[in-house]
């Protein structure tokens, strides 16, 4: 068995953004110093979530939440936020058609590994667990 020196071995990983950002945003600002450490061992390749927030078309979220929960606008995420910690449970509204993406990216991209950041990691966890109900768990996650 040959296995590539660990130079040149370069992983592959799937990068979801948080909620109000996008994937330019994420790679840009978020994950700018973890790129620039790991660039001899893997690369990242970020996605866009397909939800556009109300208040900026520019930036996205893997789902929204219900008009019970959230008017849509920039300024409330904090109390939306606030909100959500107090919930037992919440509608996420547009999640299914999510993970379905994100698993379509997964099989077309060839990677190793997912990376998620805070809504993103809900849905990093999410398609792990459905990759592993599959019996294709991801290497790393």
């Known amino acids: 068995l040959h296995l590539p020196h660990p130079r040149t071995m370069s992983l592959r990983l799937l990068a979801l953004h948080g909620f109000g950002q996008n994937a330019t945003v994420f790679?840009?600002?978020?994950a700018k110093e973890l790129?620039?450490?790991l660039k001899s061992v893997a690369t990242l390749?970020?996605?866009d979530a397909p939800h556009t927030l109300p208040?900026?078309?520019?930036l996205r979220g893997?789902?929204?939440y219900g008009e019970e929960l959230w008017d849509g606008r920039g300024e409330t995420i904090?109390?939306?936020a606030d909100q959500l910690l107090k919930q037992p449970n919440f509608r996420a509204v547009g999640l299914a058609e999510s993970l379905e993406l994100v698993l379509a990216e997964w099989y077309s991209g060839g990677y190793n590994g997912i990376l998620g950041f805070s809504q993103g990691a809900i849905l990093a966890a999410a398609l792990c667990a459905e990759?592993?109900?599959r019996g294709q768990p991801p290497r790393f996650a």
């Not at 208040?55 to 520019?58: A, F, I, L, T």
């Open 27 to 30: 790679m840009e600002k978020r």
């Open 131 to 133: 990759l592993h109900h």
């Open 35 to 37: 790129i620039r450490k």
């Open 62 to 64: 893997w789902w929204t």
């Open 45 to 47: 390749h970020a996605m």
């Open 78 to 80: 904090q109390a939306l």
């Open 55 to 58: 208040y900026d078309e520019s």
